[in-house]
């Protein structure tokens, strides 16, 4: 008996990508000096747009699981309402789908 594998939902949960600390250890001039204290870093950006484009490749080009264009009725992205956070869930779906 040929046993077929069906996906019937994803769930990818990850925490947000690289951040400006909150504090300053290094006597520099700190993050919060510029406003910057605990928001995602260019590079933090970066890591989840290409965790997006990983999950593309997976689920999109290789099996077909999702719609290569995005569609609300496949497609659920939440957050905490934490600027970092959103900024990282935006970037990993514009991985998905651009």
Same mark, same amino acid.
């Given at each position: 008996m040929i046993k077929h594998e069906q996906l019937l939902?994803?769930?990818?949960?990850? /925490?947000?990508? /690289?951040?400006y600390p909150k504090t300053n250890i290094s006597g520099a001039s700190s993050p919060?000096?510029?406003g910057l204290n605990g928001l995602?870093? #260019?590079f933090g950006i970066r890591q989840m747009y290409l965790r997006g484009r990983e999950m593309r490749n997976r689920f999109i080009e290789?099996? =077909?699981?999702?719609? #290569?264009?995005?569609? #609300?009725?496949e497609v659920n992205g939440l957050s905490i309402?934490?600027?970092?956070s959103v900024e990282s869930? =935006?970037?990993h779906l514009a991985g998905l789908f651009y």
């Open positions: 939902y994803i769930y990818d949960i990850v /925490s947000h990508g /690289s951040t919060s000096e510029k995602i870093t #260019p290789n099996r =077909q699981f999702l719609s #290569p264009v995005y569609n #609300p009725n309402d934490e600027q970092s869930a =935006q970037a």
